[in-house]
């Protein structure tokens, strides 16, 4: 029996890293630069895969937009981490970043002991869970790697039927358009962000997008109306220890409600809240949530 193949394919594996804060900590409001750097100073002792994951741009000749291969997704903001509690984020490897997934879990096991924040404050590693099935990949200092198998955005593919939706922006969504921030996001824009954002993934990590399709959901994305709209601008700011400055990472956050046919944009959008949109999503901005009805 002939079956239609998914309009995408790219495999991805999501890890569920839990630290376990050993002092009172103050930490940022967003996590999201912080633990790239946790992830970052473990991995220098396989320079394969810190090549791959870390210098990705380099290798692809030091451009600006070079897409990366991981996201980082911190947990929600907390001003206060106090001994004894939990600090739990993910980092979702994509395409033929999976490869190197046992040389990221046995870096972070390794280092062990984190200092976090700018003052350091320390967290020790807990466990690593896969960050779907929750089954332990390593735990109370026992590897185990049979349950690191790569999920696929094909899976949520689906064509189901639905005439109205919810966006929520869950971090901030930084979409630029001539330089400037985008404030005023609407469907479209939704949709040729993820559609973009898939076909730069899979050209460079693996995995395939149905071009034809996707050129077809962006045209018909202006049909989707929005009903609603409660966005507004967080102001945001980090500061960088390479460029030694303050950037400005300022975004959209709130929701938006949509109606129209629907059932041709659902799988984008479910491959969004995946992927995330916008720029800076390896350090998890750009995470959205849907609901429909």
């Given at each position: ?8 394919s ?9 630290l ?14 912080t ?18 994951l ?39 490897l ?6 190197y ?25 807990l ?16 590897l ?17 039927h ?17 330089g ?32 034809d ?30 460029k ?50």
């Open positions: 029996m002939n079956r239609t193949p998914p309009v995408f790219l495999e991805y594996l999501p890890l569920l890293i839990r376990q804060c050993k002092e009172d900590a103050r930490l940022p409001a967003f996590l999201g630069s633990l790239h750097g946790v992830v970052g100073w473990t991995l220098p002792k396989h320079p394969e895969s810190y090549e791959y870390f210098q990705n741009r380099r290798r692809g000749g030091a451009k600006q937009d070079i897409v990366n291969p991981y996201i980082i997704e911190p947990p929600r903001p907390k001003p206060m981490y106090l001994k004894g509690e939990l600090l739990s984020f993910k980092l979702l994509l395409g033929d970043a999976t490869q997934t046992k040389d990221v879990i046995t870096s972070l096991v390794d280092y062990h002991i984190y200092g976090v924040g700018s003052e350091r404050k320390v967290f020790e590693l466990d690593i869970l896969h960050g779907e099935t929750y089954e332990p990949l390593w735990q109370k200092g026992v185990n790697m049979k349950p690191a198998i790569a999920e696929n955005i094909s899976h949520h593919a689906t064509y189901d639905a005439s109205w939706c919810s966006i929520h922006m869950v971090t901030p969504v930084r979409i630029r358009r001539g400037a921030l985008v404030q005023d996001i609407d469907f479209a824009t939704i949709t040729r962000n993820i559609t973009r954002r898939i076909t730069t993934l899979t050209e460079r990590y693996g995995g395939y997008i149905h071009s399709v996707a050129n077809h959901a962006v045209e018909r994305a202006g049909d989707v109306r929005i009903t609603s709209s409660a966005l507004y601008l967080n102001q945001m700011h980090r500061y960088s220890n390479r030694k400055e303050s950037l400005d990472w300022s975004g959209m956050l709130g929701a938006l409600t949509c109606e129209g046919e629907l059932s041709p944009f659902i799988p984008w959008l479910n491959a969004a809240r995946i992927l995330h949109i916008g720029r800076n999503s390896t350090f998890g901005c750009g995470q959205i949530d849907v609901i429909y009805r």
